[in-house]
């Protein structure tokens, strides 16, 4: 019974999913931790944090150099890059990535993510609701 459910899915998405469960397993004995990337109008603010909510790193455009342009793609990559040199030492392997939804460097973000040995369990892209520019009523007190 079992056989025949599976011949409806190939050989290679069924492995796949293994592994990826066996992967999301032998994370969870080890330490996640969550990397947080917010992005203003001009600034970029990452943290780093445990699985606690204990902030171990927090780092933001202006840290690293003191200029008007701290919202630049080559200033990320250097705030990832100090980060990632965090990473080493602290010997971790599993992050959890959570990104604004507006952020418009995704791109740049993955490529850097690509170079180092560093698995990503899941990425949460955070969008916040819009109000179209109408402010809630307040409420009627009596």
């Known amino acids: 019974m079992l056989s025949n459910n599976l011949d409806f899915f190939s050989t290679n998405s069924v492995t796949h999913t293994f592994k990826k469960v066996q992967e999301l397993f032998s994370a969870l004995q080890y330490k996640v931790y969550f990397l947080t990337i917010r992005s203003t109008l001009n600034n970029f603010y990452i943290t780093l944090t445990n699985n606690f909510g204990q902030i171990i790193v ?68 955070n969008s916040f609701p819009s109000f179209n520019g109408i402010r809630a009523k307040k409420k009627r007190r009596i």
Do not use: C
């Open 58 to 125: 927090v780092r933001s455009g202006g840290t690293l150099k003191s200029s008007s342009k701290k919202n630049t793609s080559y200033n990320l990559e250097l705030i990832l890059l100090e980060i990632f040199k965090i990473f080493a030492k602290l010997q971790i392997q599993y992050i959890l990535l959570k990104i604004d939804f507006m952020i418009l460097k995704k791109k740049i973000i993955t490529k850097i993510l690509q170079k180092f040995n560093i698995k990503i369990i899941g990425i949460q892209l």
